[in-house]
């Protein structure tokens, strides 16, 4: 089976700039969570997707956003480029059927982003 | 609000038994996790645990989970240098969100 894959691995842009980051799940895997790692502030969740639909969100400005296609596939995407928006961009997905459960994340290895 | 804190440094010898700590607040966790990140990689999963249980074992891990004090433990049996990276303690609460500690960073020396 193959793992979660994240496109692109590494990037970088200028401030002002938008950048599109796309999440393959594992096959079968219906949710996807996006999150964002920085050294100063951990491991912060962007948003989830389930279906299609955005389930939860975290606390992030409006210029992250994100899509989920009917084939599971997630893209998320970051307008007008901050310094400070330079982080790990982490994909996970899971098999979440919506019951309770161990719902264990499986991750991608991640899209780099640096901003200049 | 909901918090989970784990130090952020550890440093043992190879050979020796490693135990990270995690702290959190949500009383009505249904589950903890261990999630193991190397550099340049995504976070992995290393086991997890269902609160109505105190003790897991696997191969070289031991975690420990004490709910009246909301502390959980992971413990590597003879560490390797391979074990280095980043340990990240995780709790699901009742609304089934995630909440990340800052990630304990394994440091072994020779």
């Known amino acids: 089976k193959a793992g979660v894959t994240q496109t692109p691995r590494y990037l970088i842009k200028t401030r002002g700039q938008q950048v599109t980051l796309s999440c393959s799940p594992i096959s079968g895997h219906r949710s996807v969570s996006w999150y964002q790692q920085t050294p100063g502030q951990g491991l912060q969740f962007l948003f989830e997707y389930f279906s299609e639909t955005q389930r939860n969100k975290g606390n992030f400005p409006g210029r992250f956003s994100g899509r989920q296609f009917s084939n599971s596939r997630s893209e998320m995407n970051v307008s007008t480029l901050e310094l400070g928006d330079s982080a790990l961009y982490l994909c996970a997905s899971s098999d979440n059927r919506g019951r309770p459960g161990a719902n264990v994340l499986t991750f991608g290895a991640g899209s780099r982003l640096t901003v200049l | 609000g909901e918090d989970v804190e784990q130090s952020l440094f550890l440093s043992v010898r190879e050979g020796d038994s490693s135990v990270i700590n995690c702290t959190y607040t949500?009383?009505?966790?249904?589950?903890l996790y261990w999630y193991k990140q190397e550099p340049g990689a995504g976070l992995q999963l290393l086991t997890y645990i269902f609160s109505n249980m105190d003790m897991k074992q696997d191969q070289r891990l031991t975690v420990l989970l004490n709910k009246k004090d909301k502390h959980l433990s992971l413990r590597i049996a003879d560490t390797q240098t391979g074990d280095s990276a980043i340990y990240f303690c995780?709790?699901?609460?009742?609304?089934?969100?995630?909440?990340w500690g800052a990630g304990t960073k394994l440091i072994i020396k020779p």
């Open positions: 995780a709790e699901r609460g009742s609304n089934y969100q995630l909440i």
């Open positions: 949500d009383s009505s966790s249904t589950y």
